[in-house]
């Protein structure tokens, strides 16, 4: 059910800020979006998109092992973090805060265990959503994975809402390969409820821990694919990766640190710390793989005629795993999100403005075929 306050009318433009920091944990990005309509009618138009990087020593203790202490003030850290990028992307479109309706905060997760990963499914996502409301002047919406979790589904991904509503095309089947920290896709066509949409597994996450490690921190990535193209795959340990235990789940699925983080990164390291760029090389080919084989079980027997696939996320500026995913994907065109006139940096902040946006006018925004939730509902805390 549908419950619109009245306060705001879905026939009216909302002018929205999404921000987050991803699972790369690299800077608090920031979108300001023009959200008109809801559901099936909804439009999104980008107005302006801010990154502003992390230093290297937040990076340390966002990654870093936490007691209740350190993360509490993390919160309200990253909330300060969060409202500043909010504020620069406001200034950057010539507008003032004003004139903007609400901020969607995605935060910084911290831990994520969907069903089957323990005992109670559960998700944390910080950056204090009073911290940001307060030096904004802003209603800010946060907090919008738990709601699909508590009725059965993943919490993730999310993203499947925002390709669907602003990339669908008429007669068109296109998949939208997100490569941030995890990798995820959407299959997208005219209708959400044929969406398919799933984490594929790895994305930069175990490559950015690596670079992080072999360059001392100088590196938050591997910057252009420089790196890991110093390496030569280790095949024993690129076969070892391969039959890690989340890549055999069926989709609905959704990953985190836990699979594929520090724990993952301290294994190899111990065995294959002496070869660092052939580890590195080894990490990236996991990627392309693992991102194929998840294609080849789950996507191309259902959808055989896909359109093209168009990468986003700091993968795709990434040239080999870019070019390792058009040879393994062949003949279905590869290509960045950008052609499609919507820079792929901002896709992810952009997902938050739209996810606010709907719960100001009380719209579900969780995709079923995607999260597995048993039901539709609307996404979000409000903080006003």
């Known amino acids: 059910m549908s419950l619109r306050p009245a306060a705001f009318d879905p026939r009216q433009p909302?002018?929205?800020?999404?921000?987050?920091?991803?699972?790369?944990?690299?800077?608090?990005?920031?979108?300001?979006?023009?959200?008109?309509?809801?559901?099936?009618?909804?439009?999104?138009?980008l107005l302006a998109h801010e990154s502003r990087p992390f230093e290297p020593e937040l990076v340390a203790r966002v990654l870093g092992l936490h007691d209740a202490q350190s993360l509490c003030a993390l919160d309200f850290e990253l909330g300060e973090r969060f409202a500043e990028a909010v504020l620069a992307v406001i200034a950057r479109a010539g507008l003032s805060p004003r004139e903007v309706h609400v901020v969607g905060s995605h935060g910084q997760t911290m831990a994520h265990l969907p069903p089957g990963m323990g005992p109670i499914a559960s998700t944390l996502q910080i950056g204090e959503a009073a911290v940001i409301a307060e030096r904004t002047g802003l209603p800010v919406v946060s907090d919008f994975r738990p709601r699909d979790m508590a009725v059965g589904g993943q919490g993730a991904p999310l993203i499947p809402y925002l390709d669907w509503a602003v990339f669908r095309g008429r007669g068109k089947v296109r998949a939208f390969q997100n490569i941030g920290g995890i990798a995820n896709v959407s299959i997208v066509s005219e209708r959400v409820e044929d969406t398919l949409a799933f984490d594929t597994g790895p994305g930069n996450m175990l490559l950015d821990a690596l670079a992080r490690r072999v360059t001392g921190?100088?590196?938050?990535?591997?910057?252009?694919?420089?790196?890991?193209?110093r390496g030569q795959v280790i095949?024993?340990?690129?076969?070892?990766?391969?039959?890690?235990?989340?890549?055999?789940?069926?989709?609905?699925?959704?990953?985190?640190?836990?699979?594929?983080?520090?724990?993952?990164?301290?294994?190899?390291?111990?065995?294959?710390?002496?070869?660092?760029?052939?580890?590195?090389?080894?990490?990236r080919v996991f990627t392309v793989e693992a991102t194929a084989r998840a294609y080849e079980t789950y996507v191309l027997p259902r959808f055989p005629m896909l359109d093209a696939v168009y990468v986003s996320g700091g993968g795709s500026r990434n040239p080999g795993l870019m070019e390792g995913l058009k040879a393994r994907l062949a003949p279905v065109p590869v290509e960045r999100l950008d052609v499609l006139g919507f820079p792929e940096?901002?896709?992810?902040?952009?997902?938050?403005?739209?996810?606010?946006?709907?719960?100001?006018?009380?719209?579900?925004?969780?995709?079923?075929?995607?999260?597995?939730?048993?039901?539709?509902?609307?996404?979000?805390?409000?903080?006003?």
């Open 14 to 45: 909302r002018l929205c800020v999404g921000v987050l920091s991803g699972t790369s944990v690299d800077a608090a990005e920031a979108a300001l979006c023009r959200v008109e309509g809801t559901g099936g009618d909804v439009k999104l138009t």
């Open 217 to 229: 921190g100088l590196c938050a990535c591997d910057v252009d694919g420089t790196l890991s193209a």
């Open 345 to 384: 940096a901002a896709k992810e902040a952009a997902l938050f403005a739209l996810l606010a946006a709907e719960h100001l006018v009380g719209t579900p925004a969780n995709v079923q075929s995607a999260t597995g939730a048993r039901r539709q509902v609307v996404l979000g805390k409000l903080t006003p």
């Open 235 to 283: 095949p024993a340990l690129l076969d070892e990766l391969l039959g890690h235990r989340f890549l055999a789940k069926p989709p609905p699925r959704s990953a985190g640190r836990e699979d594929f983080g520090e724990a993952l990164l301290s294994r190899v390291w111990e065995r294959h710390g002496t070869r660092p760029y052939d580890v590195m090389a080894t990490a």
